[in-house]
Nanobody, 122 residues
């Protein structure tokens, strides 16, 4: 079992930055690839970014490429999402997830955090 807890969400003006963190406990952190997804009201869950178990491979949604950076610290059992140049359309609940492979389909992840709200004002 893996427990995931997100933090770092909040309210920010357009053009600002936030860094989300997701701390893991339970089974060995480095065993799992990690992903970030988001869900806005009335919309489906959307892939944001994913990182491989070693951290050597990453993938981003086109909508965040060049603005967001995913990283991980296996010693600290934590994955991060640095979000720059935020836009109002980035407003959503952000979820971190853990799974065996880094992929952009949410069903491929086995464990999920409770989510953290990110609100970007115009």
């Amino acid at each position: 079992q893996v427990q995931l807890v997100e933090s770092g969400g909040g309210l920010v003006q357009a053009g600002g930055s936030l860094r989300l963190s997701c701390a893991a406990s339970g089974r060995t952190f480095s065993t799992y690839a990690r992903g970030w997804f988001r869900q806005a009201p009335g919309k489906e869950r959307e892939f944001v970014a994913t990182i491989s178990r070693s951290g050597g491979s990453t993938l981003y949604a086109d909508s965040v490429k060049g603005r967001f950076t995913i990283s991980r610290d296996n010693a600290a059992n934590t994955v991060y999402l640095q979000m720059n140049s935020l836009k109002p359309e980035d407003t959503a609940v952000y979820y971190c997830a853990a799974g065996l492979t880094a992929q952009n389909f949410w069903r491929g992840y086995d464990y999920w955090g409770q989510g953290t709200q990110v609100t970007v004002s115009s």
